[in-house]
């Protein structure tokens, strides 16, 4: 069958940017599952997924605007070292949750200086084009409870 609205699907995925490093990969690892139609995977791939079904391989590159979105430089702040209360060592790469303006979010620590610490609310990814190599390796029906959930349950998906 072909992957629709309704339908859960798995794949393998390579996840490569620009410069062709690898970001993600499933390799070694079980499929990701997904419910299309439920936003649950980034639009730029879910709607390059439609139609295609399993043991279908494709690359597509996907821009910022439907990925993780683009890079807002009003989410870049810098904030004293004294806010980070209990935190011996603050490093370029580590990730703390704030509460920003929309509600919790993750704010990753992109430089230090002194006493300034530099941290950008964006996704690690957003402003990046994404360039995925894909295999589709199942489709199925949705179950009911799965479409009013919004999410796959079992195997790659959520137990509960
Ligand atoms: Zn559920």
Redo the contacts with the bound molecule.
Sequence with gaps: MQIADRCVAAFHYTLTNDQGEIIDSSAGREPLTYLHGSGNIVPGLEREMSGKRAGDTFNVVVAPEEGYGVHHDGLVQSVPRAAFQGVDTIEPGMQFHANGPQGPMTVTVTAVDGETVTVDGNHPLAGQALHFAIEVTEVREATA??VM?G?V?GPGG?H?
């Design positions: 409870e799965e959930h999410h349950h959520h509960h």
